[in-house]
Structures are given as C-alpha cells and as structure tokens.
C-alpha cells in the first residue's frame, strides 16, 4: 500500500492529466480544504478532530470532472465518496468509519442547474440542487405544478432521489424517486449513460437503493405532479392533558385512510403533539373531511391558510408561509449539529398505554422528538418492487426519533445517542417485525455495517441491515450490483454489495 502522500499525489496527478482544473482540487494542503469540507456536512459527530478524512476534495463542475475522479480513483486506489446536500444523517458522503480507507470526496454542488419545461410538466434538476432550489424553480415556472419530495429545502437532490424520498405529496404523488423519468450517470468505468444506455435495472436500483452504491448520479428528470392553485394548511398543537395521546392513537388508524389529497402529520416534542396537514384544494373541502374522519381534533376555519403550493414549502420548512420564498434558496440551513436518527414503520396502531408512558421520555432534558408520517394513499397503491424502495401496502406511518443538539463533548454525545437508542428499543413490540424496518435516508448504522471479505463487500453481512431496509428487494439491489460494480469500487458502510455468483 502506497502512503497516503503518494496516492493523493498520483491521484491529483491523474486528475490534471484528465483535464480536471487544480482550483477545483483541494487536498489538506490546500487552504480551502477545511472550509470546502465543511461547506454541507450536517452533523458534527462526523467533523471531529480526528475523524478520517478525505485525501482529496474534487469540487467537480462538468460530467467530465465526474468522470475523471472515478477513473482516477479506480487506477490509484482512491475510493470516491459522493456528495451532493450532505444531509445523510450517518456522514456516509463525507466521512468513512475505516481509518484505513483512503477516499476523496466527490462534491457535486455546482451541478444545481434545475431546468423547467412547464408545458411538458417535467423537469431536470442537478444532483447539487437543494430541494428548495427545485421548489423554487418549479413554483416560479407554474402555480398549477409541484414536485413531491421532503420537506427540509436543504436537502441534496442527489442522495434525496437515491433512497426514496417523501414529504408531504406523498399520499398523493408518492415518493420523488417515483416521479424520476430519466438520469445521468457516471458508472464505475467511468462512462456517462442515461436510461437507455445504463438499461432498466439499473435504472430501477438508483431510484430508491440508496445512495454511493451503483455510480455517481450527476442529474434526474423529474415528472412534475399538477396541484390546485390553492391548497389548505394548519397546524394545531394539542398537549399532554389536551388528551394528545389519545388523540395520536385514533390518528394513527384515520391518517393513513384519509381521502389521498390530505397529510396529516405528527410532530412530537416536549409535552405536546403538532398536528400538521396539507390538504390539495380549499379550506370547506378540508373541514368536511376532517369533520367526517377526525372530528376530535376540532379543527375550525380559524386554523386553515389558503396559500399557493410554492408558499406551503415555505410553511413546512419554516413554520410560517410569510417568509420569503429566497428562503427556499438559502443553503446554508441549519449546520453546526451533532445529529442522531433512527426510523420504524408501525403495522398495527400503537396502543394508547405506551403513548401515555412515551411522555417521560419527551421529559427528560436529553429528549429529542418524534416525527410521524402517515402512508396510505399512492404510497399504499404502489407495487413494494416497483422501486427499491419497499415500505408501501401494510405500513400505517414511518415513525422516526430524532435528535439534535450542540453541546460537544462525550457526556452530550452519550446522552443523547441513549435516548434515541433507548426509546427505539422500547418502541420495539410495537412496530414492524421479520425484519424490523427503516428507511434508508434515515441512514442508521445501529443497524448494521458492511464487512469486506477479500477485496469485495459481503452479502451475508450486508443482508443483516440490509433487508430492514430494503426487504425482498435487497437481492435484487445486489444482483444489479453484482453487474455493474463487480469489483465493488462505490463502497461505503452500507453500500450494497455485489450478490456473489453462487445465490
Ligand atoms: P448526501 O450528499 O449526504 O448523500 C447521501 C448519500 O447518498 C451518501 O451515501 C452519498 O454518498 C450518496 N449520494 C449523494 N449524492 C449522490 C449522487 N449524486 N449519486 C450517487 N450517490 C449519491 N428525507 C425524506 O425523505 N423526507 C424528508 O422530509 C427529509 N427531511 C430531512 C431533514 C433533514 C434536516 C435531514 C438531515 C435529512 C432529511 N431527510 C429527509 C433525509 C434525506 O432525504 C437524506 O439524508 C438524503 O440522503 C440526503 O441527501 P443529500 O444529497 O443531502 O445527502
């Protein structure tokens, strides 16, 4: 094994060679290599001192730049780490658990282009885009279009449509990586396809599998979803002793069975639960449904805003539809974190007893939140194979704990880490079983990490956290692996691995 000095220099070295500019190079050296590093990464327990870190930043501003960095990568044994927002809640685009592991990040925030044909009702956005951008690309374009993806604008476009991705069309429209149409990317030797030359498989693996596994996405086309020129929000918090957990249990069954234009959302924190909805046209059309199915919430006119569907992503990300839309634009966001998450799917409602213990959990000084939302609809309509992406027919709501605090050091870290951990295992009766499931882009590695056996991943241990998140499907994911990454060169922790010949 060459030394680490030696490999960046050959590495650097190939890439000028391929016409890469040195500015858009950073290697420790460089002075703005740290602040280059820092640019997206969103949790802090992946930037501590110490932590591994990349030989080498490719700050990549063309499809040949791409191209380039994995072809380098490949000839002189430097792994590439693909980065897009630099939202995975495990640090997997910017930081590797293996301090062996020599990798360069590939950072692909200047590919942000987003490009709406209003007419044809679709549009291609770069992987670097933020969810915000292509909101604010979409609304500008069309007060009669949409795009369904989640609900933080920072969120990368890239390792988004890579997993999945919901937010608050979903009952209608289903996930973003459900209204991908086309994309480009860099394979493992480097070759730029689309959908026609990367052929279905894969085609299928990138919509959902995960990011890192399959190449390097560089832009998706995206079918853009029509919505009424008015939709309806509110928000109404209701407390502890405003019988919240009675009010949880019944939304657990009402949610998912709602009329599929409506969300209805939880958001549990402190001593109190946030109930928060979009629904697809005019407030008397909401309060008829929410008196026919969910009277006790007591929602009144005085709760709904009429707003257009641009100013409703405002509302969801910010918690106000006044704001500036810039702020969409704005992708900075929320950064000096540390963050830790975990998800389930819940099958069968949970029982009213373990809401009422579940507030002293939310009582406790290290306390994260609950967030709760409701499947059904399109998402219960759509084949669990039809994407990678499995939790579909069956699942009521992903329940996902999280927390996120700034405090540094190891007493915080362990607190809070304890919590999220504690109140998962609690949790455990009650939700999905044979596997127990999450979703990718809740990335968790509690559940497991890949091992290498010789040169390539194993498929034994992958199965381990693999199957809770992609259930059937992960077989499938390894066999469209096994074909276009034999060697195993987009490697990560939970990368999926090649499906030895013998399965
Ligand atoms: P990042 O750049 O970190 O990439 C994530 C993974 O994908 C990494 O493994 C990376 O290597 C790989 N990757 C990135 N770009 C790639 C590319 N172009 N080609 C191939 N691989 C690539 N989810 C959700 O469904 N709904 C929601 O509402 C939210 N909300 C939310 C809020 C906040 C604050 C956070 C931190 C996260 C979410 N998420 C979410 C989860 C989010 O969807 C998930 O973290 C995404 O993977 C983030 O994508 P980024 O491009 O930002 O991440």
Request: overall charge positive; hydrophobic content about 40%; proline content about 6%.
């Amino acid at each position: 094994i060459a030394p680490a000095s030696g490999a960046t220099d050959a590495f650097v070295g190939c890439l000028a060679a391929a016409g890469v500019p040195p500015r858009l190079v950073q290697t420790p050296a460089s002075p703005s290599y740290a602040a280059l590093l820092l640019s997206s990464v969103r949790n802090l327990r992946y930037a501590a001192p110490g932590a591994p870190r990349p030989l080498a930043i490719v700050a990549a501003a063309e499809p040949a730049h791409a191209q380039a960095t994995v072809r380098c990568g490949r000839r002189h044994g430097v792994r590439v780490r693909t980065r897009s927002g630099g939202h995975d809640y495990e640090g997997l685009s910017y930081a590797s658990l293996d301090p062996r592991e020599r990798f360069a990040v590939l950072d692909l925030a200047a590919f942000r282009d987003v490009r709406v044909d209003a007419a044809r009702a679709e549009a291609w956005a770069g992987s670097g885009a933020t969810l915000g951008e292509v909101y604010y690309a979409v609304g500008a374009a069309s007060r009669a279009l949409a795009f369904p993806a989640g609900i933080c604008p920072t969120v990368g476009v890239g390792g988004h449509l890579s997993g999945g991705g919901f937010g608050t069309l979903m009952r209608r429209y289903g996930l973003a990586a459900d209204n991908v149409l086309d994309a480009v990317l860099v394979d493992a030797d480097g070759r730029l396809l689309n959908r026609t030359t990367m052929g279905e498989d894969l085609f299928w693996a990138i919509r959902g599998g995960g990011g890192e596994s399959f190449g390097v996405v560089l832009s998706w086309k995206l079918r853009l979803v029509p919505v009424p020129p008015t939709v309806t929000v509110f928000t109404v918090r209701r407390s502890r002793n405003q019988s919240a957990s009675d009010l949880i249990t019944k939304w657990q069954v009402i949610a998912p069975a709602l009329p599929r234009d409506l969300i209805l959302r939880v958001v549990v924190q402190n001593q109190h639960a946030r109930f928060e909805a979009l629904f697809l046209g005019r407030c008397s059309r909401l309060l008829d449904h929410m008196g026919a199915h969910f009277p006790d919430l007591g929602v009144t006119r005085a709760d709904c805003e009429e707003i257009s569907w641009i100013r409703s992503a405002v509302y969801f990300a910010f918690y106000s539809s006044s704001k500036p839309l810039e702020l969409l634009l704005d992708r900075s966001g929320e950064t000096g974190r540390f963050v830790k998450a975990k998800s389930d799917y819940v099958q069968e409602p949970i029982p009213l007893h373990v809401w009422e213990r579940t507030w002293s959990w939310l009582e406790k000084p290290e306390a994260g939140l609950l967030i709760l939302d409701p499947y059904g609809g399109r998402m219960a309509s759509i084949s669990p194979s039809a994407t990678p992406f499995p939790h579909r027919k069956g699942n009521l709501y992903n329940l996902q704990y999280y927390s996120y605090w700034v405090e540094n050091g190891t007493a915080a870290l362990g607190k809070r880490m304890g919590w999220v951990r504690g109140l998962y295992k609690e949790m455990e009766p009650y939700v999905s079983k044979n596997p127990r499931t999450g979703y990718v882009n809740y990335r968790d590695l509690d559940l497991g990490t890949n091992e290498v056996e010789g040169n390539v991943t194993s498929y034994a241990k992958g199965r381990i956290w693999g199957e809770k998140y992609f259930k059937g499907n992960f077989e499938r994911l390894a066999a469209v692996k096994a074909v276009v990454d034999p060697d195993d060169f987009f490697r990560n922790e939970q990368s999926i691995p090649p499906l030895p010949a013998a399965n």
